[in-house]
């Protein structure tokens, strides 16, 4: 049985890790920090997908409106441990997101992953994602 949690700041040190899986070069001490700093901002919220008190799935998500498609939420970093894939976890996450994000008046959802994880462009497809534009990204 897994449960779904909106997670807090006192949950870092269990997110780290899965953070740094999908981001092998990032340090721990940049995820903490960056972790801290989106928390402290009040559109942001961070869910778990727990198998008892095992913290087996995260995911960021922003709560946004755009004149293309309203409310919306914005989703990244969705993470399943290689361990935890390809049993469903990573589809149960979508739908408790999805679930909660229309709770809170969502219209869309929203999210973008990286050009090279086509496995994730698969799982996206099979739930019912499509490309809707280009990420662009430039570096400040």
């Not at 269990?14 to 901002?41: A, C």
Request: glycine share 8%.
């Amino acid at each position: 049985m897994v449960t779904f949690q909106i997670l807090t700041p006192k949950d870092i040190k269990r997110i780290v890790p899965l953070i740094q899986e999908l981001n092998p070069e990032l340090d721990k001490q940049t995820i903490e920090s960056n972790q801290k700093e989106m928390f402290g901002i009040a559109n942001y919220r961070c869910f778990g997908l727990f198998k008892g008190d095992h913290l087996i799935g995260v995911s960021s998500g922003w709560i946004t409106v755009r004149h293309y498609c309203g409310k919306q939420i914005e989703i990244d970093n969705v993470i399943i441990p290689l361990a935890y894939q390809s049993r469903g976890y990573g589809k149960q996450l979508i739908e408790l997101i999805e679930q909660w994000s229309k709770e809170q008046g969502c219209q869309t959802i929203e999210l973008n992953t990286y050009v090279t994880n086509a496995r994730s462009h698969k799982f996206y497809f099979d739930l019912g994602f499509k490309i809707l534009g280009f990420h662009f990204y430039k570096s400040l």
